[in-house]
T-cell receptor
């Protein structure tokens, strides 16, 4: 079964820490995405990548960066975690030829204290 | 702006058809309609998409009106495991690279 795997299901970090959220897909998809989901706000796009070493800002990139060194792996980095970054983070991937047919991971619930 | 209007919640009896409506009156000619669902504590799952014609797959059917201003997702025989938030999406972000999710419809299937 094809899948998108997020490294942690639950994560608790301290304010000011540098946080890495990892996402790996085994479908040879070109596109990878990071969204965050908050109650009442839905899913909001943070960053997107359509190829290795390529990235595009989404709607809320502030406070985040990303890394895509290999096609299958897309990392989200919180440079200095803050409490307002407490959220559910969802990674997704898709084919370039079917850009909106996403496969999502199960999510990482991050709490910043 | 998600550009779609969905009822916030719906109920359905197990074994009956669930018909989830979506209004997208400002849809443009080349925009697809996508449906996803999110079961509690999981990531959203792709269900189906369409442009003009009705579509059917192993999960659901999608009926798009002739003027394309609305659509209906049909789950022909709902089960308890179909309880989820269902998202109807026609919007992409400004760069045209990713879907914009709205608030969706919470479908509750009961026995």
């Amino acid at each position: 079964d094809v899948k998108v795997t997020q490294s942690s299901r639950y994560l608790v970090k301290r304010t000011g820490e540098k946080v890495f959220l990892e996402c790996v897909q085994d479908m040879d998809h070109e596109n990878m995405f990071w969204y965050r989901q908050d109650p009442g706000l839905g899913l909001r796009l943070i960053y997107f990548s359509y190829d290795v070493k390529m990235k595009e800002k989404g709607d809320i990139p502030e406070g985040y960066s990303v890394s895509r060194e290999k096609k299958e792996r897309f990392s989200l980095i919180l440079e200095s975690a803050s409490t307002n970054q407490t959220s559910m983070y969802l990674c997704a991937s898709s084919l370039m030829t079917e850009p909106y047919g996403y496969t999502f991971g199960s999510g990482t619930r991050l709490t910043v204290v | 702006d998600a550009k779609t209007t969905q009822p916030p919640s719906m109920d359905c009896a197990e074994g009956r058809a669930a018909n989830l409506p979506c209004n997208h009156s400002t849809i443009s000619g080349n925009e697809y309609v996508y449906w996803y669902r999110q079961i509690h504590s999981q990531g959203p799952q792709y269900i189906i998409h369409g442009l003009k014609n009705n579509e059917t797959n192993e999960m659901a059917s999608l009926i798009i009106t002739e003027d394309r201003k609305s659509s209906t997702l049909i789950l022909p025989h709902a089960t308890l495991r179909d309880t989820a938030v269902y998202y109807c999406i026609v919007s992409v972000n400004q760069a045209g690279t990713a879907l914009i999710f709205g608030k969706g419809t919470t479908l509750s299937v009961s026995s």
